[in-house]
């Protein structure tokens, strides 16, 4: 059993939660995540380490619920346990000095990319985060966010806050204001990681992106989590988050995440109690 | 005085593939009794040398035929910590009852069926038995909670130690929680047999992938004296075949892992799903692909094939479970080896291309070699692919020992009379020694290296 120390809404849609779990609070790095399982039915799902806290023995996770699984995290409260949390898994995000670091980002991802920047930051790079939400409301962490990166830019799909548009706008204008960055790291949904992708690839600017295929084990036990990568199959639980954009087979990606369209409706509508 | 072989009643084929219950029900008490009165008792006992982890064959078969059920079964724990286990899976037709005295010339003594017996009989009658040592003797980490770390785990409780195990899932058992099936082998089965290991003092801790959650140098660290690595043969072959990443082409591991470890079987009460193929293939020919075959039956496929690239009599597969699958409907399809599967627009497998094969001069395992027909591909329809031609080991854990000395295929080098790996005080057994092999084997190596860190830490006071 794990206990949440805090459960925080932060919008309609996400929630932050911070667990006991003092090993993995002290040892995890940038870009690794959890396995977790919320109760005895519960399935076995990825979220990725957003912070820890070594002192307090906590690690800071944020989920957007979006099916049974993430919704009973979601309803957890401050006190409450969860079953199983494993980790920390994955390979951490290799950074370096690059220069300029464009780390952009979509709903949940702007999270996910938070101990990025902070790492890219501390190997000092400059950070730009562009970040993007379909509306206001669902904007999370833009406190941290500004105090994380060098510079912090801001979309809305329908203009209710910051510029509206696409994160991939703000990269466009970078790239066609001769500020090309450097390198640049790309965590959110499939299609935008593949816009940005598109976007720097004749530029041949190196572009990083964290891909959320389906998983169970996340042990490289099952092979759940395959994703086509320069051509290879490649296991992203142990080979992975983190790989090459260019390299990256995301139409595979995007049919893979589709296998259980049919059980995840069924699954939330029996829990939701339709 | 010529008693026949007993043999356990059964689910009937039609009834037994709707559910996922176990499929023999095991002996009564007086079928037992009768099995048992069919042993020699032989002096030198053969049987017993055909054991890995050297049961008494003929002590505990004698107790069974007094009627001393408790017994028999307190006699297999001397040295098996995980009988009701073995009784169901090991292939003792290759082991204690293939040199059984009574096989020359008739049928064996079916010890594993009476194992099975006097393990479940103590199980249901005294399931509490076991008693925790208040040990204060040195602590010793196990990676791995399958059979050879249990194992390991339990012989050193029993010597005295402090042992702790490390368990990458959230539950313990290994190959016997998330891979081998319910209607083969319960989990409750598993649940209760961990449990009297458990209560012989033996911390169990799930949830810790040792190499992530903690190192082995940290273990060393934090005052364990010894390390014994069980992590098996977990990591899934794929056979690199174009369309192997289509929609519907699982792993047997995440098929299984599904089905048994999450219990997908029971969707939507347990929350995980599992994809329901109406014709499945399923591509190997060993213990693995009959399991998958059977799994798929049971999940309401209406036709399930097993594609095997060399004949019936090369494949890996216990007897009895080839014979359970074709009684249970499933179709063998012998000399056929797949070589690209075919999708359509949505990504989802609607077939696959495959090339008939005849044998030729033996390999290395001394089976003939599959060759290719020239000219014979041909192409067959299916929604569902379960790929079952084998695991290696997990090479997660030998990374984080950059020192290990490792063997050709990914598995770590020991001293199997010891279990001493190259680097002192890490020792090591079962599948990720062997590569993949059975579950009594992995216990023998569990049982060796138990001794093996027993004479080390004596040794090094
Ligand atoms: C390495 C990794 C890190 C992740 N980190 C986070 C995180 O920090 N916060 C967070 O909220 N989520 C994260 N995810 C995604 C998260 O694991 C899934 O959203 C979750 O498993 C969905 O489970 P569910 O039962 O709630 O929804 P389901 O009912 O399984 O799915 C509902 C819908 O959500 C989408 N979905 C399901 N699984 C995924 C997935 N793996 N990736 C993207 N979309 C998916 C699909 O469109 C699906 O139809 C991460 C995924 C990976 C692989
Ligand atoms: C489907 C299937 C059916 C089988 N049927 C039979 C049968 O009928 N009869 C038979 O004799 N054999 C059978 N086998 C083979 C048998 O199960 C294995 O040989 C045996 O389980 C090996 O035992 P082990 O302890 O070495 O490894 P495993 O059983 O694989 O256990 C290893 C354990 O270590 C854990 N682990 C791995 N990495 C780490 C890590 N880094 N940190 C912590 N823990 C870790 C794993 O999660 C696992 O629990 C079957 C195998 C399969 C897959
Ligand atoms: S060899 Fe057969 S008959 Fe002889 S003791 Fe062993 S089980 Fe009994
Ligand atoms: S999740 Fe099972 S291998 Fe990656």
Not at chain 1, 91 to 97: A, E, I, Q, R, S
Not at chain 2, 245 to 269: D, H, I
Not at chain 2, 277 to 289: D, E, L, T, Y
Not at chain 2, 385 to 405: E, F
Request: net charge positive; hydrophobic share 35%.
């Amino acid at each position: 059993m794990y206990r949440i120390t805090e459960s925080r809404r932060l919008t309609p849609e996400a929630v932050l939660l911070k667990i006991e779990a003092p090993r993995i609070a002290r040892k995890r790095k940038a870009g690794q995540f959890v396995i977790i399982r919320v109760d005895e039915t519960g399935e076995r799902f990825p979220l990725t380490i957003v912070d820890s806290d070594p002192s307090t023995g906590t690690i800071t996770l944020v989920v957007q619920e979006v099916g049974t699984s993430t919704k009973k995290l979601g309803r957890r409260r401050t006190g409450e346990s969860i079953l199983d949390l494993t980790g920390p898994l994955g390979h951490p995000t290799g950074v370096k000095k690059w220069g300029r670091v464009a780390c952009v980002a979509g709903g949940i991802g702007v999270a996910e990319v938070l101990p990025v920047i902070k790492a890219i930051r501390g190997a000092g790079n400059i950070a730009l985060a562009i970040i993007g939400a379909r509306t206001q409301d669902l904007i999370i962490l833009e406190d941290e966010m500004r105090e994380a990166a060098s510079e912090l830019y801001i979309t809305t799909d329908d203009g209710s806050y910051g510029r509206r548009g696409l994160v991939t706008d703000v990269l466009c204008d970078l790239i066609n204001n001769g500020s090309i960055p450097d390198r640049v790291f790309a965590i959110g949904p499939v299609p935008m990681m593949r816009a940005v992708t598109a976007l720097t690839r004749p530029y041949n600017i190196p572009t990083i992106v964290s891909l959320n295929a389906l998983m169970v084990d996340g042990t490289g036990m099952c092979g759940c989590c395959r994703v086509s990568v320069g051509g290879e199959t490649k296991f992203t639980c142990v080979d992975g988050p983190d790989f090459d954009a260019h390299q990256v087979d995301f139409e595979e990606l995007v049919q893979r995440q589709k296998i259980y369209l049919p059980q995840e409706k069924e699954s939330l509508q029996r829990y939701e109690g339709f | 005085m010529q008693i026949p072989r007993q043999h356990m009643a059964e689910q009937e084929p039609s009834e037994r593939i709707r559910n996922f219950n176990e499929v023999p029900f095991g002996y009564t008490p007086e079928q037992a009794k009768k099995e048992a009165e069919r042993c020699l008792q032989c002096k030198n006992a053969p049987c017993r040398d055909g054991c890995p982890v050297e049961v008494d064959i003929p002590a505990f078969i004698e107790l069974i035929k007094k009627g001393d059920f408790s017994g028999a079964a307190r006699k297999l724990k001397e040295t098996n910590s995980l009988p009701a286990i073995c009784g169901r899976v090991c292939p003792q037709e290759d082991q204690c009852e293939k040199v059984c005295v009574l096989g020359k010339k008739g049928e064996p003594v079916a010890i594993g069926t009476l194992e099975r017996f006097a393990a479940d009989w103590e199980l249901k009658h005294h399931p509490g038995s076991p008693s925790p040592s208040s040990s204060r003797g040195a602590r010793v980490a196990v990676i791995g909670a399958g059979p050879a770390g249990l194992t390991c785990a339990a012989d050193l409780a029993r010597m005295g130690y402090r042992v702790t195990i490390f368990e990458a899932l959230h539950q313990p058992g290994g190959v016997l929680t998330y891979g081998i099936p319910e209607f083969r082998l319960p989990k409750e089965i598993v649940k209760r047999e961990v449990e009297n290991v458990r209560k012989m003092g033996v911390e169990l801790k799930e949830d810790q992938v040792v190499g992530c959650t903690i190192s082995p140098e940290e273990l060393f660290r934090d005052g364990f004296r010894a390390i014994f690595i069980g992590t098996g043969a977990g990591l899934p072959r794929f056979m690199k075949i174009p369309g192997e990443n289509l929609n519907g082409v699982y792993s047997a591991n995440e098929y299984l892992t599904r089905v048994n470890l999450m219990k997908a079987y029971l969707f939507p009460q347990y929350d995980t799903p599992v994809i329901r193929g109406k014709k499945v293939f399923v591509i190997g020919g060993g213990n693995v692909a009959m399991d998958s075959a059977r799994t798929a039956l049971r999940l309401g496929a209406k036709e399930v094939r097993i594609i095997y690239r060399r004949t019936r009599k090369e494949a890996p597969a216990r007897r009895e479970e080839i014979h359970h699958a074709e009684e249970e409907g499933v179709v063998f399809k012998f000399l056929t080896l797949p070589v690209r599967y075919r999708g359509d627009e949505k990504g989802w497998i609607t077939g696959m291309e495959c090339l008939k094969m005849k044998l030729g001069e033996p390999d290395e395992s001394g089976r003939r070699r599959p060759i290719p027909i020239e000219g014979s591909e041909f192409s067959i329809e299916c929604d569902l692919v379960v790929v079952a031609i084998g695991n290696d080991p997990n090479p997660l854990l030998p990374r984080a020992v950059p020192g290990l000395k490792m063997g050709r295929k990914g598995t770590i080098e020991i001293d199997p009379a010891t279990g001493q790996t190259s680097m002192k005080g890490i020792f090591a057994g079962g599948d990720i020694a062997t590569g993949a092999a059975t579950v009594i084997e992995a216990m023998g190596a569990g049982k060796a290296a138990a001794r093996g860190i027993n004479i080390y830490l004596k040794l090094s006071g």
